[in-house]
């Protein structure tokens, strides 16, 4: 199965939704949002999503949409700061170098903007996406905060210096 990441563009909104729904129903506590959140979104919010946050799409042969990730400027964080978030592969297409590409990707277009670092966010327990951060670069900062969402799980915060 071949897989090609691609930049998505306002117009692919329905495939970063379909993506990203999958995600939250197929892993809810992998992420800070949930699926009740984001269903009730509309075309003009995803629309929106799309055209101000760099996301790049993993697209199988197929047209089947086998990832994402999703890259941020956070509101007070430095100008050279970008913030990764969203980082899904499919269970199907996991450990085939999927979230290796989607990662490459976003450093590439963080490089190009002359970034300095990138940071994330990870749930204590996902060791598989731990891994794959650690491989890609990023370290642990054993900075810790409760998930704003569910106050039981715990996350930490990963640097990766360009």
């Known amino acids: 199965m071949g897989v090609q990441i691609t930049r998505a563009g306002e117009d692919d909104w329905t495939q970063v939704r379909e993506a990203r729904l999958r995600a939250l129903r ?3 506590t992998a992420f800070g949002s949930s699926i009740a959140r984001e ?3 509309k075309e003009s919010h995803w629309r ?7 996301t790049w799409l993993a697209i199988d042969d197929d047209g089947i949409v086998r990832g994402l990730v999703s890259m941020l400027q956070e509101p007070g964080s430095p100008v050279d700061d ?3 978030v969203s980082l899904w592969v499919a269970p199907e297409s996991r450990r085939i170098g999927v ?4 990662l490459d990707a976003a450093k590439r277009a963080a490089r190009a903007e002359g970034v300095r670092t990138m940071s994330l ?3 204590d327990g996902n060791n598989a996406a731990g891994d794959l951060y650690v491989r890609s670069g990023f370290t642990r900062t054993g900075e810790r905060m409760a998930l704003p969402r569910d106050p039981d799980i715990t996350e930490e915060r990963y640097v990766l210096t360009l």
């Open 99 to 102: 979230g290796w590409n989607l």
């Open 121 to 123: 966010w990870l749930v």
């Open 48 to 54: 929106m999503r799309v055209r101000t946050v760099p």
């Open 82 to 84: 970008r913030h990764i």
């Open 26 to 28: 197929e892993d809810p």
């Open 39 to 41: 269903e009730r979104f």
